[in-house]
């Protein structure tokens, strides 16, 4: 398990992590949300070690990183796939690891397989495409076969059939009940991989809770109806106080979308009034709009054009943004 309580990260003026508090259970792939410069690596990076916090602690298994025995034998972790020295074979990069950790030798081979580098174990890494390099920094955090695991976009670079490889291989590895925290901004990806999300935003907790409860919390509910008395149907409707527009997704079929009222509703009060319905369907957003809408106003860097109090979540007046021109920097 990962704990972390209060944490806190200040970079001069800039606190890049401020007071988080949330669990990493085993068992299942927890994912690791946030828009760009959230704090997503500093806190990473703090759970590792890498960084010192200014308040606050990070445990693993209830220890700071720093106190585990042989940590590559209680965590892995994959931050950064071009972190190997470029004249390395990928074997001799593993081996020195396991070295260093009192590791087999013959453990270089197994993850040397599990990951599918066998056939350019003896290359130089420096010149591995990046999809390789990903799979060499996967072949690390796997070397000590830990119960923790921390992965920061691990899929970056990576083919179709390699990001599906990377996503049943995660899933496979809470299923034995290790601790998997996934950092991706693929969040497609994330809504197939990962069962809870933490999400944080401008270094603060904006929710922690099950990717399902998460898309509801943040979704607008809505019923999609079909009907082949469609005018009766909206009159009905609206003279009722819902909220009705049309459904523009398909001419040939057309629909209305009713907004926060149940589908059971509709569906009685159209039965009553001797309404037949060829469609009553909820619809839920995708992650990739419940993610816009909580975290619209944490987003550090907006795109020129972009009105930040228009957008979904914006914050509240006087909070500070930032506007670049051309994108996210």
């Known amino acids: 398990m990962i704990e972390l309580s209060g944490l806190t990260k200040r970079y001069g003026q800039t606190l890049a992590?401020?007071?988080?508090?949330?669990?990493?259970?085993?068992?299942?792939?927890?994912?690791?949300l946030g828009p760009n410069g959230a704090g997503k690596s500093t806190t990473m990076r703090m759970i590792l070690g890498l960084d010192r916090p200014t308040a606050g602690t990070a445990l693993i298994q209830g220890k700071p990183y720093h106190e585990l025995d042989h940590p590559l034998r209680k965590v892995g972790a994959?931050?950064?796939?071009?972190?190997?020295?470029?004249?390395?074979?990928?074997?001799?990069?593993?081996?020195?690891?396991?070295?260093?950790?009192?590791?087999?030798?013959?453990?270089?081979?197994?993850?040397?397989?599990?990951?599918?580098?066998?056939?350019?174990?003896?290359?130089?890494?420096?010149g591995f495409s990046l999809g390789m390099s990903q799979r060499l920094g996967l072949a690390a955090a796997l070397l000590g076969d830990p119960e923790v695991l921390l992965f920061d976009e691990p899929v970056n670079?990576?083919?179709?059939?390699?990001?599906?490889?990377?996503?049943?291989?995660?899933?496979?590895?809470?299923?034995?009940?290790?601790?998997?925290?996934?950092?991706?901004?693929?969040?497609?990806?994330?809504?197939?991989?990962?069962?809870?999300?933490?999400?944080?935003?401008?270094?603060?907790?904006i929710s922690d809770s099950t990717t399902q409860e998460f898309i509801e919390r943040a979704s607008e509910q809505k019923v999609r109806v079909r009907s082949p008395q469609l005018d009766q149907l909206r009159s009905l409707l609206t003279s009722n106080g819902m909220t009705v527009r049309e459904d523009g997704a398909n001419p040939d079929r057309p629909a209305l979308i009713v907004a926060d009222v149940p589908s059971e509703t509709i569906g009685t009060l159209a039965g009553e009034h001797g309404i037949t319905l060829f469609e009553l369907a909820g619809q839920h957003a995708s992650l990739e709009e419940a993610f816009m809408r909580m975290t619209g106003g944490a987003v550090q860097y907006r795109g020129d054009g972009v009105d930040p109090a228009s957008a979904p979540g914006a914050a509240a007046p006087g909070t500070e943004t930032y506007t670049a021109m051309g994108g996210a920097l």
């Open 17 to 32: 992590v401020q007071d988080l508090t949330f669990a990493v259970r085993p068992g299942q792939v927890t994912g690791f």
């Open 78 to 126: 994959l931050l950064d796939a071009k972190w190997v020295h470029p004249n390395r074979s990928a074997r001799a990069h593993l081996e020195w690891l396991a070295a260093s950790n009192d590791i087999a030798k013959s453990r270089v081979q197994e993850v040397l397989q599990l990951v599918g580098l066998t056939e350019v174990a003896n290359k130089a890494a420096g």
């Open 157 to 205: 670079g990576l083919d179709p059939e390699g990001i599906l490889w990377v996503r049943r291989f995660m899933q496979r590895l809470a299923a034995e009940g290790r601790t998997v925290l996934v950092s991706s901004h693929l969040l497609s990806e994330m809504a197939q991989t990962a069962e809870h999300l933490v999400v944080i935003g401008r270094g603060k907790l």
